[in-house]
């Protein structure tokens, strides 16, 4: 099995960016929130039991999972957010390590948002975690997710704190400067990991 590579940070932390200059680098990505929307595509079982369970109300007119409803819903309830973390997070990680089991490159990188928070870490070998100061996450939350100042808070508020995360961190990028400080951090971690693998 390669390496696996634990991608993690708050919420707009800025992840994906990180994992697209991996992706650019021939590196493959592996990414639980790309997973999580396969397994709950219309007419899939793990959708149906979020139906059940959870209520119809939170699928939308053409069979879809209506997402910003749900979102809104869980991190109001947290009784209803820990039973959809019972339904999804188990068949995640079952995907993502058949994955990485299946990969031929040398390191794979693993995109987990709640890998902190989960106690997934036996899951990869390094975790890799993109900082971001906790004012520019909100503000990036708001413009991105179209939420409110409140509502961005309560998401930050229902993931482990930035000192939580950069505790359980191999490798950290800053991510508060510019696009090509963060390209050059991600190609310098390539080159590490290369000779880690």
Sequence with gaps: MPLRIG????????????ADRFAELGIEVIDADRIARELVKPGAPLLERIRR???????????????RRLREHVFAHPEARARLEAILH??????????????????VVLVIPLLVEKDLQDLVD????VDLPETEQLARVCERDRVDPEQARRI????????QRLAAADEVIDNAGSKDALRQAVDELHLK???LA
Excluded: C, N, W
Aim: charged share 30%; hydrophobic share 35%; glycine share 10%.
């Design 7 to 18: 991608l993690t940070g708050g919420i707009a932390s800025g992840k994906s960016t990180v």
């Design 53 to 67: 369970e959870l209520g119809e109300e939170f699928i939308d007119g053409e069979g879809k999972l209506d997402r």
């Design 90 to 107: 188990p068949a995640i990680v079952r995907e993502m390590e058949a994955h990485a089991r299946k990969s031929t490159a040398p390191y």
């Design 126 to 129: 390094r975790i890799l975690v």
């Design 156 to 163: 930050l508020a229902s993931q482990a704190s930035r000192e």
């Design 193 to 195: 990991y290369l000779e």
